[in-house]
């Protein structure tokens, strides 16, 4: 068989432990037999970034905007505990995606990996729900005061011209507590254009909840700016496309999507969407299955999984013993980037390559050959055996050359 061209690199990120060594068996195994792979490599392993002194992670973030697609290993974000496993460490270097999410100013989009075997907790979701947080600001760019006296708290702004205005947040005549919070235009633009590329580029609707009947001046704003930017530039496609831009308030949002049967894409505030993906996560199966996605607003997409670097199955590994890790969301960060630089590239034989991987591991998956992680989720009468992952992506790989033969 001859393999499928590429024309475009595709922005590879390695990273550590578990997953880096997941990531070698998926190439080795699912993609190098079939694609004549092209790619920027990029070694995000911590050691790599310690060496560098992360130079490496912008290096990728940067390569990554200019080819428009990336994929990325999941990498350790050094805490107190890791500069102790590794002495050599220079700093306790930032977190990788952080780094890559400031760059490309973009919205990672969570959604997870959905099959008929494991049925979601939420038995009318027949579909994934992608949910859109936005990363900046509010509760958590906010600054906190107790006070213990009975007073006023006022809100001033000081512009650069010397214009000056104040509110009035409250008097009380006891201890209280406040809060200042903010966002900025720019960020929110940046989210909303982000939410509507992906709804185009994944054919989904859109949907977008706040609370502005409470918060009519602060959420009237993140409602304001979604409206302006689908009018502006969005809506002709969602028409031509057939698909729908809801704004609803969040507690509706939050009773139209537990009824619903999914395929939507949720966007949310910041705090909102911290709990709703949590929320939607555990209502769906594993975090060994939640795919993720980082989108720009000029379109430009990363793709990885949303768990980390299995640090308990990586020790066992080094043991000398196999483990049975799941390679789903691994599998599905390097589906996508095929698909979205096949579609790119107009290369339907590399977007297809893309598809047939993310069938291929369902059909095996759907064959009750799985990692130990989702045996236990499966539907009552449904048969199913754990494997290792060598033995798990073996099974694939062979359904995958049926396929592509
Ligand atoms: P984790 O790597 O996601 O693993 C937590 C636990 O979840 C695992 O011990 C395992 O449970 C289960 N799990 C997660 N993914 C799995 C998979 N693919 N297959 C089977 N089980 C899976 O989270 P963590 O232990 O909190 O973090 C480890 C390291 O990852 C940290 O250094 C952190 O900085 C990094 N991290 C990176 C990213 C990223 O790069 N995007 C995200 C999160 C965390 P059992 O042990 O019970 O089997
Ligand atoms: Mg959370």
């Given at each position: 068989m001859e393999k499928i061209k590429m024309t475009t690199p595709i922005v590879e990120m390695d990273g550590d432990e578990m997953t880096r060594v997941l990531w070698k068996m998926i190439k080795d195994q699912l993609i190098l037999p079939f694609v004549d792979l092209k790619t920027e490599y990029y070694d995000l392993g911590l050691l790599h970034r310690n060496d560098t002194d992360d130079q490496v992670t912008v290096d990728a973030a940067k390569a990554t905007q200019k080819y428009g697609v990336g994929v990325k290993c999941a990498t350790i974000t050094p805490n107190a505990q890791r500069m102790i496993e590794y002495p050599q460490l220079k700093k306790m270097w930032r977190s990788p995606n952080g780094t890559i999410r400031a760059i490309l100013d973009g919205?990672?989009?969570?959604?997870?990996?959905?099959?008929?075997?494991?049925?979601?907790?939420?038995?009318?979701?027949?579909?994934?729900?992608?949910?859109?947080?936005?990363?900046?600001?509010?509760?958590?760019?906010?600054?906190?005061m107790v006070t213990n006296e009975p007073g006023t708290a006022t809100l001033t702004f000081k512009g650069v011209s010397g214009k000056e205005t104040t509110l009035n947040v409250q008097s009380v005549d006891g201890p209280a507590i406040f809060q200042g919070q903010h966002n900025t235009e720019k960020s929110i633009r940046a989210f909303a254009r982000s939410c509507f590329q992906y709804a185009i580029s994944t054919k989904q609707d859109l949907w977008f909840s706040t609370k502005d009947t409470i918060a009519k001046v602060y959420d009237g704003e993140f409602k304001r700016i979604f409206q302006e930017e689908y009018d502006a530039t969005y809506k002709t496609e969602f028409?031509?496309?057939?698909?729908?831009?809801?704004?609803?308030?969040?507690?509706?949002?939050?009773?139209?999507?537990?009824?619903?049967?999914?395929?939507?894409?949720?966007?949310?505030?910041?705090?909102?969407?911290?709990?709703?993906?949590?929320?939607?996560?555990?209502?769906?199966?594993?975090?060994?299955?939640?795919?993720?996605?980082?989108?720009?607003?000029?379109?430009?997409?990363?793709?990885?999984?949303?768990?980390?670097?299995?640090?308990?199955?990586?020790?066992?590994?080094?043991?000398?013993?196999?483990?049975?890790?799941?390679?789903?969301?691994?599998?599905?960060?390097?589906?996508?980037?095929?698909?979205?630089?096949?579609?790119?590239?107009?290369?339907?034989?590399?977007?297809?390559?893309?598809?047939?991987?993310?069938?291929?591991?369902?059909?095996t998956l759907n064959d009750g050959i799985m990692t130990k992680d989702l045996v236990s989720l499966v539907e009552p009468g449904f048969t199913a055996h754990a494997v290792n992952s060598d033995e798990f992506l073996a099974a694939i790989a062979q359904r995958l050359a049926e396929k592509l033969a």
């Open positions: 919205t990672a989009f969570r959604a997870p990996i959905v099959l008929p075997c494991i049925k979601p907790v939420v038995k009318n979701w027949e579909m994934p729900i992608t949910i859109a947080r936005h990363a900046y600001g509010d509760m958590y760019k906010a600054v906190d028409e031509k496309l057939g698909l729908t831009y809801f704004y609803t308030l969040i507690d509706d949002a939050v009773a139209r999507i537990i009824r619903s049967k999914g395929g939507m894409i949720w966007a949310l505030k910041n705090y909102d969407g911290d709990v709703m993906s949590d929320m939607v996560a555990a209502a769906s199966g594993s975090l060994a299955m939640m795919t993720s996605v980082l989108v720009s607003p000029d379109g430009t997409m990363e793709f990885e999984a949303a768990h980390g670097t299995v640090t308990r199955h990586y020790y066992k590994y080094c043991k000398g013993e196999k483990t049975s890790t799941n390679p789903m969301a691994t599998i599905f960060a390097w589906s996508g980037a095929f698909k979205q630089r096949g579609k790119l590239d107009h290369l339907p034989e590399l977007e297809k390559f893309g598809e047939a991987m993310e069938c291929t591991s369902l059909e």
